[in-house]
């Protein structure tokens, strides 16, 4: 083999090239605040280096980001408006993926369903988020 993309292992045979995807990760709202957590415990500390890894990744486009409503739904949630909005602004400008509005009844009749197994209402719907968002409905 010449290390060409079209040779193949099968004298005879070409095959196409693969086209490499980037990992696609989705972060809820505990990702997303875990820096700002008391970091004296070990376990946050680690938490908070992976997520902070995750999001230079992400930055540098080595990884891609995917979101929903529920997301930013969540981060108006927070009681810091700040830390509220520095994790908009990144959601807003590092998402290569989004989940919109439009899709909210359908994500919520199928996190209903995701609840049968004991996970919460909002849990469920970042669940469906990420199976939305790998099925190409964004």
Do not use: W
């Not at 902070?52 to 540098?60: F, G, M, V, Y």
């Not at 909005?85 to 993926?97: C, G, K, M, V, Y």
């Amino acid at each position: 083999m010449t290390g060409n993309s079209t040779d193949s292992p099968v004298p005879g045979k070409m095959h196409k090239p693969s086209v490499e995807r980037k990992i696609r990760v989705y972060l809820d709202n505990c990702a997303y605040n875990r820096p700002y957590d008391d970091q004296s415990q070990a376990r946050i500390e680690l938490e908070t280096q992976a997520k902070l890894k995750i999001q230079r990744l992400i930055k540098n486009e080595q990884i891609e980001l995917a979101s929903s409503y529920m997301s930013l739904y969540e981060c108006g949630e927070n009681p810091d408006q700040n830390k509220a909005a520095l994790i908009t602004d990144f959601i807003n400008n590092h998402s290569s993926a989004f989940v919109s509005l439009g899709k909210k009844e359908q994500v919520e009749q199928e996190a209903a369903k995701i609840m049968e197994t004991g996970i919460k209402f909002k849990d469920a719907c970042h669940i469906d988020f990420f199976f939305e968002e790998e099925e190409g409905d964004q």
